[in-house]
């Protein structure tokens, strides 16, 4: 099967930058479309970014001009460089992605455990 583990995270000031990562891993041959989510405490869950296998992407307003999605398909791995960070971005930060394993034609969505983004100021 496939995990997502996500890393990078922590404990940065207002106007600070991060960048998280996340993995994929397992029985994996290919990935299409891979996203970020976020959920601070009392919210509902917020689709961030997302990026297709191609490279397209697409992001929420409230990030727009900040954060950046990119991803290493020889790695696996998408990537949320987190500039100009504020305090209204402190949440778990989660990733998912469209998984093709093995000899199969069609994708199994996975999600990774999360990770804790804090914006002090």
């Known amino acids: 099967q496939v995990q997502l583990v996500e890393s990078g995270g922590g404990l940065v000031q207002a106007g600070g930058s991060l960048r998280l990562s996340c993995e994929a891993s397992?029985?994996?041959?290919?990935?299409?479309?891979m996203r970020w989510y976020r959920q601070a405490p009392g919210k509902q869950r917020e689709l961030v970014a997302h990026?297709?296998?191609?490279?397209?992407?697409n992001y929420a307003d409230s990030v727009k001009g900040r954060f950046t999605i990119s991803r290493d398909n020889a790695k696996n791995t998408v990537y949320l460089q987190m500039n100009s960070l504020k305090f209204e971005d402190t949440a778990v930060y989660f990733c998912?992605?469209?998984?093709?394993?093995?000899?199969?034609?069609?994708?199994?969505?996975?999600w990774g455990q999360g990770i804790q983004v804090t914006v002090s100021s």
């Open positions: 998912d992605a469209d998984v093709i394993e093995g000899a199969d034609i069609d994708f199994n969505n996975y």
């Open positions: 397992g029985t994996v041959r290919s990935i299409n479309t």
């Open positions: 990026i297709t296998r191609g490279g397209t992407t």
